[in-house]
């Protein structure tokens, strides 16, 4: 397995992410707002 393996920058099925719109924080799937800043815009991201 390589770096980027390790890293999951290839994605995989059904890979999603949650991201704070505001800060851009990554967040878990189940965060109604940003642990970071506080914003409840999070967004969404399917790879
Ligand atoms: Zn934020």
């Known amino acids: 397995m390589g ?4 890293l999951g920058v290839r994605g995989h ?6 991201e704070c719109r505001n800060c851009g924080r990554e967040l878990t ?4 707002e940003c642990t970071g ?3 409840g815009e999070i ?3 399917e790879f």
Do not use: F, K
């Not at 099925?13 to 949650?18: H, P, S």
């Open 37 to 39: 800043c506080g914003s």
């Open 13 to 18: 099925d059904g890979t999603t992410r949650y």
């Open 29 to 32: 799937a189940d965060a109604e």
């Open 3 to 6: 770096v980027l393996d390790a």
């Open 43 to 45: 967004a969404h991201y």
